[in-house]
């Protein structure tokens, strides 16, 4: 019987340590959504690509179709996005963040940029990788 308890507890004790690790990653991908919101409304576009994965293996789905890489993805935001006026002040709506597995997540969401421009809106699914103890975007599909 005290095995019985003790298993029932070492399982209870596990899935608590599952659960706090699962929403400690989720914490860190919170926040480093949070940095690239204020970093974009500060017009800080290399600031902002801080959270990606700076490999030529990033994939970046939008609406001009597929870029690999994270210089042409900074580049493709620098030509589209070339003053404070066309980033504005970016809010991310957060909608899910799901486990993949034990190191990576997918988040899908909403972006809402208010600009002198004109405002525009659009949803993300973004794939989070945590690489060297870090989590990066690694994946980003926005329209």
């Keep these: 019987m005290k095995k019985l308890l003790y298993l029932f507890f070492a399982l209870l004790s596990f899935s608590s340590l599952a659960q706090s690790s699962e929403e400690q990653d989720k914490k860190e991908i919170i ?13 800080d576009l290399e600031g902002f690509m801080k ?32 003053t404070k006026d066309h980033t504005g002040t970016l809010n991310f709506k957060i909608n899910d963040i799901s486990k993949i597995n034990d190191g990576a997540y997918f988040v899908m ?14 949803v993300f699914m973004i794939i989070f ?13 926005s329209c």
Aim: positive net charge; proline residues 1%; charged residues 25%.
């Design 31 to 43: 926040s480093i959504m949070k940095a690239q919101e204020k970093a974009w409304s500060n017009h």
């Design 51 to 82: 959270g990606y994965w700076k490999s030529d293996s990033l994939k970046f789905y939008g609406s001009s179709g597929l870029t690999y890489g994270w210089e042409k993805t900074l580049a493709n935001y620098k030509r589209g996005y070339p």
């Design 109 to 122: 969401g909403e972006y809402h940029l208010t600009r002198k421009v004109g405002n525009a809106d659009g």
């Design 129 to 141: 990788k945590k690489i060297n103890g870090e989590w990066k975007i690694i994946a980003d599909t």
